[in-house]
């Protein structure tokens, strides 16, 4: 598709990301349209054992209320994804791993951010201390596998990187899907 950029003027900046309204030539004429800019994030799955998964319990800002997720976290430009995901899961769950396998690439809002989004496996885990952000209010916990599906029905865990990353290791969501 011929598709071509004419003018991005930069609205907000931030370190977590930039909103920018952007115009396009396209087959259909000029569209405007609002874009978030964002370095990238990681997302980890790791397992102590084949029963369980590491979640954190964070309270989330913009929809104000706590959830429960895999650790994850928004990449340091010039920062590589598994660096990422190795400082994310000490500072948000506590463990340190031996190996970081990559599992998939998503783009979490493709309708309004170029954001990727990158799941890895986490495996050799060993508890460290924690050391989280200020303002990043986390809890780690170590669930067993067969109550993910009660804490989505619940809506504990309500983000996408948590149910895709259930999706990937197997388990049933609540309704059969």
Same mark, same amino acid.
């Given at each position: 598709?011929?598709? %071509?950029?004419?003018?991005?003027?930069? !609205?907000?900046?931030? $370190?977590?990301?930039? /909103?920018?309204?952007?115009?396009?030539?396209? &087959?259909?004429g000029?569209?405007?349209?609002p874009?978030? *800019? *964002?370095?990238?994030?990681?997302? #980890?799955?790791?397992q &102590?054992? +084949? *029963? +369980?998964?590491i979640? #954190?319990r964070?309270? @989330?800002?913009?929809? @104000?209320?706590?959830?429960?997720?895999?650790p994850?976290g928004?990449?340091v430009?010039g920062?590589?994804?598994?660096?990422?995901?190795r400082?994310?899961?000490?500072?948000?769950? =506590?463990? +340190?791993?031996s190996?970081?396998t990559?599992?998939?690439r998503?783009?979490?809002?493709v309708?309004?951010?170029?954001?990727?989004?990158? #799941?890895?496996?986490?495996? =050799?885990l060993?508890?460290?201390?924690?050391?989280?952000e200020? =303002?990043? /209010?986390? +809890? &780690?916990?170590?669930?067993?596998?067969?109550e !993910? &599906?009660?804490?989505v029905? $619940?809506? @504990?865990i309500?983000?996408a990187?948590?149910?895709?990353a259930m999706? !990937?290791? =197997?388990?049933?969501?609540?309704?059969? %899907?």
């Amino acid at each position: 598709m011929d598709v %071509r950029l004419l003018a991005a003027e930069t !609205l907000f900046a931030s $370190d977590r990301f930039a /909103l920018a309204r952007e115009r396009f030539l396209t &087959p259909d004429g000029e569209v405007e349209r609002p874009v978030i *800019h *964002h370095p990238g994030a990681v997302a #980890v799955i790791a397992q &102590p054992d +084949s *029963h +369980s998964l590491i979640l #954190v319990r964070q309270y @989330r800002y913009p929809i @104000r209320r706590e959830t429960w997720e895999i650790p994850a976290g928004t990449r340091v430009p010039g920062e590589a994804p598994a660096a990422t995901a190795r400082r994310e899961l000490q500072e948000e769950a =506590g463990f +340190s791993a031996s190996t970081f396998t990559e599992i998939c690439r998503f783009f979490p809002a493709v309708g309004v951010s170029d954001e990727e989004l990158i #799941v890895y496996r986490a495996d =050799g885990l060993a508890q460290v201390p924690a050391a989280p952000e200020p =303002g990043e /209010l986390v +809890s &780690p916990d170590v669930v067993a596998l067969r109550e !993910l &599906p009660a804490l989505v029905a $619940d809506g @504990r865990i309500c983000d996408a990187k948590t149910l895709i990353a259930m999706a !990937l290791l =197997g388990l049933v969501l609540p309704g059969g %899907r």
